[in-house]
């Protein structure tokens, strides 16, 4: 579980102090408008910029006290669209880093659709097969991890993880998240541009503008036609019977 206590950034990008859970089993998505402090926000979460004012707390230590090694086993991030810097194969780029048992990387190849391209360059890849593939990547760090003691399936931090998925893929993707989370007690937070995906998948949302988190809570109570269409700066219609919203035409 990751716990913020008054948690913030004071160099810029800025994030204003905030507290806050991330529990084992649910799927947060941070939303927020373009230059929000998503990224950075993310970061701040994962231990790469440390929080500058109040505290982060992972499985009840603070974070920047974990020792590397066993940090990494219990969060990892996925940043934006990276190109692994080393031509590895699918399957290679996957147990990076881990020890994992050739089973697991055969079920997280087969949960993001990547099984037949398990051989094939990671260069050579479709940009929406490569995220999948760092997807798939992140989550096998923290599923292959030697800890005896860990007790849930760790933090796993995607930013835009959907970003260059077509539908299909974006909902297997997604619910591929929902399941992890349930079936291995893992936390997951996504930066989401897409607020319908948020809407439709995620247990609670962070809303950022201006590097404040300035809504929390269920996607039904924070991501309503007024806070929205005035946050983003954008006209919108509400579909009747459906948790979507719309742009108007
Ligand atoms: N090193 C930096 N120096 C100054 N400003 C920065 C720096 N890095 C980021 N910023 C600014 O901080 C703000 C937050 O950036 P961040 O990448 O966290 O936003 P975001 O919400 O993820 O945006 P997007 O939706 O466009 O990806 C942006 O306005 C960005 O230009």
Same mark, same amino acid.
């Given at each position: 579980m990751l716990t913020l206590h008054q948690a913030g950034l004071i160099a810029t990008p800025a994030i204003a102090p905030l507290d806050g859970t991330v529990r084992p089993g649910e799927l947060l998505a941070i939303v927020g408008p373009n230059g929000a402090g998503k990224s950075t926000l993310l970061s701040m979460l994962s231990g790469f910029?440390? &929080?500058?004012q109040g505290e982060l707390h992972l499985d009840g230590k603070r974070l920047s006290e974990w020792p590397i090694a066993e940090l990494a086993n219990r969060r990892a991030l996925v940043a934006q669209q990276e190109l692994p810097g080393f031509d590895w194969q699918t399957d290679e780029l996957v147990r990076l880093g881990s020890n994992p048992a050739n089973s697991l990387v055969a079920e997280l190849l087969g949960d993001l659709d990547l099984t037949h391209l398990a051989k094939r360059s990671v260069h050579s890849l479709s940009g929406g097969e490569r995220q999948r593939a760092m997807i798939a990547r992140g989550a096998c760090q923290l599923l292959s991890?030697?800890?005896?003691?860990?007790k849930d399936g760790g933090l796993l931090l995607l930013d835009?993880?959907?970003? &260059?998925?077509d539908i299909g893929q974006q909902q297997r993707l997604m619910r591929q998240l929902r399941n992890w989370a349930a079936q291995h007690r893992m936390a997951i937070v996504c930066v989401l541009h897409d607020l319908n995906l948020a809407s439709t998948y995620a247990d609670r949302v962070w809303l950022l503008h201006q590097g404040q988190r300035i809504d929390h809570g269920l996607p039904s109570q924070v991501l309503n036609p007024a806070t929205i269409a005035n946050i983003y700066a954008a006209e919108l219609q509400r579909i009747e019977g459906l948790p979507l919203l719309a742009l108007a035409p």
């Open positions: 910029r440390p &929080a500058e991890r030697g800890s005896p003691t860990a835009e993880p959907t970003s &260059a998925l």
